[in-house]
């Protein structure tokens, strides 16, 4: 027992560590891409109504890629629970929900400054990239605020499983929007199937750098909540036990 424990132990500070590392690379990464942003990015030309706001585009949009990987956590960890009963799928859920929340909120703020600068408004109604995004967020934002408010029973579960696995046909219907339906929204910026939806190299080298130290980041957060949650249902067991014994 005492054996078994210390292993546990032992894997637990590990994967701490490991999280830890991601973390704190992921952040100087983040802060690169910000310098780089300010610094290197070229200056845009008058075709921009304010071609200086576009540089918060360089977190703008890693912010976004990276939060789908927040719902496709979600979708797969309530997947998960729904039909194979898995805690550790419903820990994945959470995770999904609490990190795809905060990696649109990025999205969700960065974007209507940019859209205030350049369009001369925050946002646009019409948009249905702009508001399928918007609901994605408050998919995430209800199974977060469920997940902490309500009693943890099956039902409740379920019920914000279904959600988070029905919420994810809104990443798809996101993500080609801009293909579809070309409103005030910028077009794909790779693979978007005509010569305008390219960007210029040394803008996406600055792109690619922050969509993966963001998505470094994302990791080490997934990780850490993850141990988090795994010791917290742990002592919950443990209070339970003692509590019976008692």
């Known amino acids: 027992m005492i054996q078994t424990l210390s292993t546990c132990g032992a894997v637990m500070s590990a994967t701490r560590n490991i999280a830890l590392a991601l973390i704190i690379s992921g952040l100087l990464g983040f802060m690169v891409t910000i310098w780089m942003a300010l610094i290197e990015a070229p200056s845009m030309g008058d075709d921009w109504n304010a071609p200086e706001s576009y540089r918060i585009l360089f977190v703008h949009v890693p912010f976004a890629w990276v939060s789908f990987s927040g719902f496709a956590l979600l979708f797969g960890g309530s997947l998960s629970w729904y039909i194979n009963r898995s805690e550790r799928g419903w820990r994945f859920a959470i995770i999904g929900a609490q990190l795809g ?3 649109s909120l990025g999205v969700l703020i960065s974007g209507p400054i940019w859209g205030a600068a350049e369009w001369g408004v925050p946002w646009d ?12 967020g408050g998919i995430a934002l209800f ?11 099956e039902q409740k579960r379920d019920t914000l499983s ?11 219907l996101t993500y080609m929007a801009t293909r579809w339906w070309q409103e005030r929204h910028p077009g794909p910026l790779i693979g978007g199937g005509n010569e305008d939806s390219g960007v210029d190299s040394s803008i996406l080298l600055i792109w690619m ?8 980041l994302f990791v080490g957060q997934a ?6 949650l795994k010791t917290e249902q742990q002592l919950e067991n443990l209070l339970s036990k003692l509590e019976d014994s008692i």
């Open 143 to 153: 199974f977060a605020l469920g997940e902490i408010n309500s009693e943890d029973t």
């Open 125 to 136: 109604f019409q948009d249905i990239r702009l508001n399928s995004f918007a609901v994605l």
């Open 209 to 216: 750098i922050g969509a993966a130290s963001m998505q470094v």
């Open 223 to 228: 990780l850490m909540t993850n141990q988090l």
């Open 162 to 172: 279904s959600v988070g696995i029905f919420g994810f046909g809104l990443v798809p």
């Open 101 to 103: 929340l905060l990696y």
